[in-house]
């Protein structure tokens, strides 16, 4: 069985930092394309960041630039979201999702329509 599991969700106050965490069991991120999205009630899900381990390619939406840094481990079974300067728009259920694709990272908002595998989410809370 495949699942994504994140981890590393909060409550921090703005300027502050996090780490989340996406797991994979049952298989391993090699040759997938891993993105982080984010969704806040009411409001359509967003792309965050991306990354491609085969060509170590990474994207990041243009209001995270900076501030985000995406990463995966050497055993290809965990990407991380690393945030600095947490601001309180950052608030959001962040989720991780997975493609098996020779394409890697591109439009996270159109890409998001074909991903292989999500997890279940964990909430950011950013208090001014």
């Known amino acids: 069985e495949a699942q994504l599991v994140e981890s590393g969700g909060g409550l921090v106050q703005a300027g502050g930092s996090l780490r989340l965490s996406c797991k994979a069991s049952?298989?391993?991120?090699?040759?997938?394309?891993v993105g982080w999205f984010r969704q806040v009630p009411g409001k359509e899900r967003e792309g965050v960041s991306c990354?491609?381990?085969?060509?170590?390619?990474?994207i990041h939406t243009d209001s995270v630039v900076g501030r985000f840094t995406i990463s995966i481990d050497s055993a290809k079974t965990t990407v991380y979201l690393q945030m600095n300067n947490l601001e309180p728009e950052d608030t959001a259920v962040y989720y991780c999702?997975?493609?098996?694709?020779?394409?890697?990272?591109?439009?996270?908002?159109?890409?998001?329509?074909?991903?292989?595998?999500w997890g279940k989410g964990t909430l950011v809370s950013v208090s001014s």
């Open positions: 990354i491609n381990d085969l060509d170590g390619f990474t």
């Open positions: 999702a997975a493609d098996h694709t020779p394409f890697g990272c591109r439009d996270l908002d159109v890409q998001m329509d074909k991903m292989d595998y």
């Open positions: 049952g298989f391993t991120l090699a040759d997938y394309a």
